[in-house]
């Protein structure tokens, strides 16, 4: 963190399709609690979320891949959605961009299809973790350990299957990021 600001720095990680209450949930919390979230996206200027079924609301892009730096950032958070998760693990800058969380032993929260992209930063070898039951078994080919339960933690990873875990979720990314949860 910089001399200018106390306020833990989160990175939330989206493409066109992520699930839109996947990602407006844990940033509204984060921001009410005293975290400063910017949208990190492959997309240069505006992220359009899925709603369920249909297309959701379009967000302002904080920050473009490009031009982000992990090491500006104390965590990440990995919506899901699965047309999300297809562009945001095709791109190598994504990837990395991904890797360096783990490099540097940040905590990262990843919810349904989010966890897919630790397969291709290769950070989910003998890590336990859950998701969406449909990438459990591309989690346990890369070396996961998945289970089935609404959260998991592991050393820093926070991880959920679905939009119905999200209270879950959130409790326990607050508490791995160190962050007061106040209702």
């Known amino acids: 963190m910089d001399s200018t600001s ?6 939330i990680l989206v493409a066109d399709g992520f699930e839109q209450v996947e990602m407006t949930c844990p940033r509204e919390t984060l921001n009410q609690n005293g975290a400063t979230t910017h949208i990190i996206s492959p997309n240069k ?12 609301v379009t967000h302002k892009v904080d ?12 965590a990440l958070v990995l919506p899901g959605g699965v047309m999300n998760l297809d562009t945001l693990r095709t791109n190598p800058k994504v990837v990395q961009f991904v890797r360096s ?3 540097n032993h940040k905590p990262v929260a990843a919810i ?9 930063a290769d950070v989910v070898l003998g890590r336990t973790l859950t998701s969406n039951a449909a990438i459990k ?11 089935d339960q609404d959260v998991v933690t592991d050393n820093g990873l926070i991880t959920s299957r679905k939009t119905d875990d999200l209270p879950s979720f959130i409790r326990h ?8 949860l106040h209702q």
């Open 6 to 11: 106390n306020a833990m720095r989160v990175a």
């Open 45 to 56: 200027d505006s992220v359009k979320g899925w709603n369920h079924v249909d297309w959701g």
């Open 63 to 74: 920050v473009p891949i490009e031009n982000a730096r992990a090491d500006y950032y104390d």
């Open 101 to 103: 969380f783990f490099k």
């Open 112 to 120: 349904c299809h989010g966890p897919q992209i630790l397969i291709d």
């Open 137 to 147: 078994l591309d989690l346990e080919n890369a070396g996961a350990i998945w289970i």
């Open 173 to 180: 990314m607050m508490k791995e990021f160190n962050l007061e």
